[in-house]
């Protein structure tokens, strides 16, 4: 399965990013980079739409989480929205569903 990061940027300080296929090891370095790039430009809040995701692995998690203390250190945040399914499930077991809740 292929994995995609579709970044959509917003206002100055926001962006959405999108994810498809899988999450894990293999494929974390590529949204860790995109992270990277987006907070970077400035933009320290980032919703990351999990609509397309079919799977997460504890990298993923730990992915997540590291983008959202890059944020948190320019004073933003990363919240997860769109989660379903396995995706979904792995984020209430971690409780990451919560911490990285989103609310509009």
């Known amino acids: 399965m292929t994995f995609t990061v579709t970044p959509e940027t917003g206002d100055d300080r926001t962006a959405t990013v999108r994810l498809a296929g899988e999450l ?4 974390v370095p ?4 995109a992270i990277g790039e987006l907070v970077g430009t400035g933009r320290n809040r980032l919703v990351i739409d999990l609509g397309e995701l079919a799977f997460c692995d504890s990298t993923g998690l730990a992915c997540l989480v590291r983008g959202d203390n890059r944020c948190a250190a320019l004073g ?3 919240r997860v929205t769109n989660h379903r399914g396995h995706v979904a499930r792995v ?10 809740r989103y609310q509009p």
Do not use: R
């Not at 894990?24 to 494929?27: A, E, G, L």
């Not at 590529?30 to 980079?33: G, H, S």
């Open 24 to 27: 894990d090891m293999s494929t």
């Open 30 to 33: 590529e949204l860790d980079t």
């Open 76 to 78: 933003g945040w990363l």
């Open 91 to 100: 984020l209430a077991i971690s409780g990451l569903d919560e911490f990285l």
